[in-house]
C-alpha cells in the first residue's frame, strides 16, 4: 500500500503567482530560443520539407510542435534550498538568459537579486553562502594575455572567465569577489599577480562562518593555486598557504582546515596529506587505473578522506583511504560493470546517505536505509511514477529537499519535499509544450568485431509502422556517455517521425576501465565503426529504412558525422556536425 503523504501533485497556486506577479518574468520570456535552436531550425528544413521523410502531407507540417518550443530555455536552472530550508535560489529564464532569484518557499514571493548582461556575463550556477547571502558564478569570453617576461613560456589565447558575485536575499550588497591583482616582489614591474582566467574555485564554504569562504586561484603562479580565506561582505582576503608546483586541487574539514591536496607530476596523479599546513607526499599508486582518482570528501573521522577509484578493479568504486599513507580502509561500495562516482553524505554526522549510480538507467545504491525507504515512497507516489528521481538540493538538517523527476513519459519537473510534514508540492514543470515525452530504452547491439556496444533508442509513437527514417546521434566528448535522460533533440526528432539511436561506442566512460581504453587512438577507426554498426543493426531489427537515415552530433560526436560524410557516404542523406571538431592538429 501507499504511505499516507501530504501529495500535492498540482502547482501551488501561490508559486505561480510569485513567478508572474513579484518576478518581472513571465511564460512569455521564456519563449526565446537557445543557441541550439538555430541548428534544431535549420536541420527542420531538412527533416519535414519532404512529405517522403515525414510520412505526412504538406498541410500536416503546418501543425507540427515548432521548432522553437524544443530550444527555448527552461524556465529554471541551477536551483538550490538555503541551509534553514526556507529560501531557494534559482536562475530564472527570461529572453534569452538567466536572472538570479530569490523565492520564500512559505510566503510564495520571489525577487530578482542580480541580473545577468548577456553582452558582458552570463550566470552559471547559484548557492546560498548563508541564509541570507548568496554567491554566483558567472561567465564572459575573453582573451589571455600577459606582459610578464617569465609567463612567456605559457600560451595566450581566447577562453572563458568565471568570477563570483555575491549579494544579499534581497537584492543589496552586491559586490564581485576576488580583489584586483596587484604588483609584488622586488621587481614590480615584472612580477604581477596573475589574473587567472577561473576565479570561481571554492575549496569550502566554511559552515558555521557567515562571513567566510576558502578559495583556490592561481594567482602567484598562472597554473598552481594557493588557497586564500575570503570576506564575502568586504572582499578582503587572506592567504592560508601557498600554491606548491604538482598540487591542483586542495580539500579540508568541515571547517576549513586543509587535510589532502590532489595534482599532477608528470601527467600521472599525485596525493598529499596536510597537517598543519605541513605537506606530505602519500602513495596512491594502487588506486589509479585508466581514469584517475577522484577525491570525493573528508570523512567523519578527519582522518581519512573518500575516493572514487579503480583500486586494481576495472570498474571506479567509493573507498576509504587513510590519510596517513593512502591505505584503503573501506570499500564502501563497487560494481563490477559499471563506474560509481559520487557519494552523497549527511551533512550533520558526514556518514554516507547514498551514491548515484548510472547502469543501463539512473538510480542510487543506499547506505541509509531509513533514508532510502523514504525516497522510495515519496518517488512512488509522484504523478506519473517517474523512473529517475533525484535530490537537487537539501537543507542542512534533510527535512526538506528539492527533488528533480522525470521517465517513465512523465514531464520534467521540481517538487519540494518536506520529510516531518510529509508533503510533496510541485512547483516547477518543464517542456510543457513538446508533446507526449518519449523515454529512450535501454538497448546493445554486436560491433563488427564482436563487442557488446550498449545504447539508448528511441522509437516513433506508432512503432507499428516501421521502417523508420532514423537518427543516428553519438554524443560528444568522447570522454563521456550517453544516458536514458530526457534529451530535447531526442525528443524534437521524435516529434517529427524520427527514429533515434545514442550508441555509447568504445571510448564511452562509466563501463570500466577497458571499455574507455579500447577506444584510445581509435578516432574514425573502431569507434567510427561501432556507430556505424549501430546503423546496420537498426535496418536488421527493421526499425530503419536504409534510404533514410542521418547522422548528427555535436563536439566529437560532430567529429563522427563529419567521417561519415567521407567514409560512409552512402549510408546517411545528411550528415550534421554542430560545433564539431574538424582539426585534429589544433586540438
Given at each position: 500500500t501507499k504511505p499516507d503523504l501530504n501529495l500535492r501533485t498540482q502547482?501551488?497556486?501561490?508559486?505561480?503567482?510569485?513567478?508572474?506577479?513579484?518576478?518581472?518574468?513571465?511564460?512569455?520570456d521564456d519563449a526565446m530560443r537557445s543557441d541550439a535552436l538555430a541548428s534544431l531550425t535549420n536541420l527542420e528544413l531538412v527533416v519535414t520539407a519532404s512529405n517522403a521523410v515525414a510520412k505526412r502531407d504538406p498541410s500536416a507540417i503546418a501543425e507540427l510542435i515548432p521548432a522553437g518550443n524544443?530550444?527555448?530555455?527552461?524556465?529554471?536552472?541551477?536551483?538550490?534550498?538555503?541551509?534553514?530550508?526556507?529560501?531557494?535560489?534559482?536562475l530564472r529564464a527570461m529572453e534569452d538568459t538567466y536572472h538570479a532569484v530569490v523565492m520564500d518557499i512559505e510566503t510564495g514571493k520571489s525577487k530578482l537579486v542580480m541580473a545577468a548582461a548577456p553582452?558582458?556575463?552570463?550566470?552559471?550556477?547559484?548557492?546560498?553562502?548563508?541564509?541570507?547571502?548568496?554567491?554566483?558564478?558567472?561567465?564572459?569570453?575573453g582573451v589571455v594575455t600577459t606582459d610578464n617576461l617569465l609567463l612567456r613560456r605559457y600560451v595566450d589565447g581566447r577562453t572563458i572567465f568565471t568570477r563570483l558575485v555575491a549579494a544579499d536575499i534581497d537584492g543589496s550588497n552586491v559586490l564581485q569577489l576576488v580583489p584586483k591583482t596587484k604588483p609584488f616582489g622586488l621587481d614590480r614591474r615584472q612580477k604581477q599577480e596573475w589574473n587567472a582566467p577561473n576565479q570561481?574555485?571554492?575549496?569550502?564554504?566554511?559552515?558555521?562562518d557567515d562571513d567566510h569562504i576558502l578559495m583556490q586561484l592561481a594567482r602567484e603562479d598562472r597554473i598552481w593555486?594557493?588557497?586564500?580565506?575570503?570576506?564575502?561582505?568586504?572582499?578582503?582576503?587572506?592567504?592560508?598557504?601557498?600554491?606548491?608546483?604538482?598540487?591542483?586541487?586542495?580539500?579540508?574539514?568541515?571547517?576549513?582546515?586543509?587535510?589532502?591536496?590532489f595534482g599532477y607530476r608528470d601527467l600521472k596523479p599525485i596525493a598529499f596529506s596536510i597537517d598543519r599546513k605541513k605537506v606530505r607526499e602519500i602513495n596512491i599508486n594502487h588506486l589509479i587505473g585508466a581514469n584517475d582518482p577522484v577525491p570525493l570528501a573528508v570523512a567523519a573521522d578527519n582522518k581519512s578522506i573518500w575516493v572514487s577509484a579503480s583500486n586494481g578493479e576495472d570498474t571506479m568504486g567509493i573507498h576509504r583511504i587513510s590519510l596517513a599513507n593512502a591505505e584503503v580502509l573501506e570499500t564502501l561500495y563497487h560494481d563490477p560493470d559499471y563506474d560509481v562516482t559520487h557519494l552523497f553524505l549527511d551533512p550533520l554526522t558526514k556518514e554516507p546517505v547514498a551514491s548515484r549510480v548510472i547502469r543501463e538507467g539512473f538510480g542510487y545504491h543506499w547506505y541509509d536505509l531509513e533514508f532510502e525507504k523514504q525516497f522510495i515512497d515519496v518517488s512512488a507516489n509522484l504523478p506519473g511514477t517517474p523512473s529517475h528521481v533525484e535530490v537537487v538540493s537539501n537543507s542542512k538538517d534533510i527535512n526538506r529537499l528539492i527533488l528533480y523527476s522525470e521517465g517513465n513519459g512523465t514531464q520534467p519537473g521540481y517538487y519540494l519535499y518536506d520529510r516531518k510534514e510529509r508533503s510533496v508540492v510541485?512547483?516547477?514543470?518543464?517542456?510543457?509544450?513538446?508533446?507526449?515525452?518519449?523515454?529512450?530504452?535501454?538497448?546493445?547491439?554486436?560491433s563488427r568485431d564482436g563487442v557488446s556496444i550498449p545504447a539508448y533508442l528511441s522509437l516513433p509513437t506508432n512503432e507499428n509502422s516501421s521502417p523508420f527514417p532514423t537518427i543516428i546521434l553519438p554524443h560528444g566528448g568522447p570522454w563521456a556517455r550517453d544516458t536514458d535522460r530526457f534529451d530535447y533533440?531526442?525528443?524534437?526528432?521524435?516529434?517529427?517521425?524520427?527514429?533515434?539511436?545514442?550508441?555509447?561506442?568504445r571510448g564511452s566512460t562509466g563501463y570500466g576501465d577497458r571499455y574507455m581504453v579500447a577506444g584510445f587512438q581509435q578516432w574514425g577507426q573502431l569507434?567510427?565503426?561501432?556507430?556505424?554498426?549501430?546503423?546496420?543493426?537498426?535496418?536488421?531489427?527493421?526499425?530503419?529504412?536504409?534510404?533514410?537515415?542521418?547522422?548528427?552530433g555535436g563536439s566529437y560526436g560532430g567529429y563522427v558525422a563529419g567521417v561519415a560524410a567521407y567514409k560512409s557516404p552512402n549510408l546517411f542523406r545528411c550528415a550534421v556536425s554542430f560545433a564539431g571538431v574538424a582539426n585534429l592538429d589544433d586540438l
Open positions: 502547482s501551488i497556486n501561490r508559486f505561480l503567482e510569485a513567478f508572474s506577479a513579484d518576478n518581472p518574468f513571465s511564460e512569455e524544443f530550444g527555448k530555455l527552461p524556465p529554471v536552472a541551477s536551483i538550490e534550498i538555503s541551509p534553514d530550508g526556507k529560501k531557494i535560489v534559482m553582452e558582458k556575463f552570463l550566470f552559471n550556477w547559484c548557492k546560498f553562502a548563508n541564509n541570507t547571502r548568496v554567491i554566483c558564478q558567472i561567465a564572459s569570453y570561481a574555485s571554492i575549496v569550502s564554504w566554511l559552515p558555521g593555486p594557493s588557497v586564500y580565506k575570503l570576506n564575502i561582505n568586504n572582499n578582503k582576503m587572506k592567504r592560508v598557504i601557498k600554491f606548491r608546483p604538482t598540487i591542483l586541487r586542495w580539500k579540508t574539514k568541515d571547517k576549513g582546515e586543509l587535510m589532502a591536496a510541485s512547483f516547477l514543470k518543464l517542456y510543457g509544450d513538446v508533446g507526449p515525452i518519449k523515454d529512450l530504452k535501454a538497448i546493445s547491439y554486436v533533440w531526442v525528443q524534437f526528432f521524435h516529434s517529427r517521425g524520427y527514429a533515434v539511436l545514442k550508441p555509447n561506442f569507434m567510427q565503426d561501432d556507430v556505424i554498426d549501430g546503423l546496420g543493426w537498426m535496418i536488421e531489427q527493421g526499425y530503419t529504412d536504409p534510404d533514410r537515415a542521418c547522422i548528427v
